[in-house]
């Protein structure tokens, strides 16, 4: 029998946290009457927690763990969970205790009323830098206008999703994974519970500046083409100004005014805005083909009525 819940853990050198975490979570999830099951990934750690995880598994029947053979990233880490879950909802949750187990039964109650992802919003963050909260602030504006107002702002993949949603997600195919970004994409009905983020229980962040700025480039790229099409306005723009100036040159000049200082600013507007355009129209093919390349579902079905085949839950793609 498959599980009620299953909880996915990503873990990379968290040797220090796992214990805390497993007896936090296991008793928030004792507590929920239900059959659960506990999937911790461990993404090639290098200290003790690959130990750790095989005693847990040892002696707890809730536990599940994958050992990967290196690191392959969290958002890889997670998405081989949801690989792995057979639970009807799914929780994705940090190894670090930031985000805290105690908010999961809130979020269930949310599931049994209806909502089929319940995303963690962050309201207060303990223990982040300046820096990284600005930064993240930001980072989710911009990527609302770029990607649309359904990716939610501060939001991490601290979330309940319900297993029709899950299956979407499984079947989405993309490499660059952006997993909070492919469960907007998803649909279904979503709703955010606003919950504290607390400072990580012991170790350092895994995410240094150079995985948050890929994260964050994943997370613009899969999901926005419109980057691709600046160089086409640019080029533009700077072809209708080298336009004007041409045609006051020839008027100009027709009438007998010297224009010869105007002839070099006229080229280098005509010249780089054709360039630019040129690549724009690149770009714009380019965002085809990346769209095919991705190989996503053309639709998400949500329930389908009076066919006697069950319910495909995701587009042309779904394997079955
Ligand atoms: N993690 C992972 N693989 C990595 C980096 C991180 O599985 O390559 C896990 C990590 O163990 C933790 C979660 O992803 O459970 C979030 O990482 P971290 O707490 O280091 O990031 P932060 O919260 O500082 O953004
Ligand atoms: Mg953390």
Redesign the pocket.
């Known amino acids: 029998m498959n599980p009620v819940y299953s909880v996915i853990?990503?873990?990379?050198?968290?040797e220090a946290?796992i214990s805390e975490t497993h007896r936090r979570l296991s008793e928030v999830m004792r507590g929920m009457n239900e059959s659960y099951e506990i999937l911790y990934?461990n993404?090639?750690s290098r200290d003790k927690t690959a130990l750790m995880l095989d005693d847990l598994a040892a002696s707890d029947p809730a536990v599940r763990v994958i050992h990967f053979a290196r690191?392959?990233?969290?958002q890889?880490?997670?998405s081989a969970g949801l690989d792995y879950a057979s639970g009807k909802a799914v929780v994705i949750?940090?190894?670090?205790l930031?985000d805290p187990p105690e908010v999961i039964p809130q979020m269930a109650e949310k599931w049994k009323a209806g909502a089929q992802v319940v995303y963690g919003k962050r309201g207060v963050r303990h223990g982040?830098s300046k820096f990284?909260l600005l930064t993240a602030k930001w980072y989710y504006r911009v990527l609302r206008k770029l990607a649309g107002n359904a990716f939610p702002e501060d939001t991490?993949d601290f979330r309940l999703a319900d297993r029709q949603v899950v299956d979407v997600v499984k079947n989405m195919p993309e490499h660059a994974r952006y997993l909070r970004g492919m469960f907007a994409w998803a649909g279904f009905k979503q709703e955010a519970l606003v919950y504290e983020r607390d400072k990580?229980f012991a170790?350092?962040?895994?995410?240094p500046l150079k995985?948050?700025l890929k994260l964050a480039a994943h997370g613009v790229m899969s999901f926005s083409e419109k980057p691709l099409l600046w160089p086409l306005w640019l080029g533009l723009v700077l072809l209708g100004i080298g336009a004007v100036v041409l045609l006051k040159v020839i008027v100009f000049g027709l009438l007998g005014y010297s224009q010869a200082a105007s002839v070099v600013p006229m080229l280098l507007l005509l010249g780089f805005g054709a360039v630019l355009a040129a690549l724009g129209v690149i770009g714009a093919y380019l965002a085809r083909v990346y769209e095919e390349v991705k190989g996503r579902p053309l639709y998400v079905v949500a329930r389908t009525l009076g066919f006697d085949k069950p319910t495909l839950p995701t587009g042309t793609r779904m394997k079955s």
Do not use: L, S
């Open positions: 853990v990503p873990c990379y050198n968290e946290c990934i993404d090639g690191n392959a990233g969290h890889i880490a997670v949750i940090d190894a670090d930031q982040e990284k991490g990580r170790g350092e962040t895994h995410y995985k948050m």
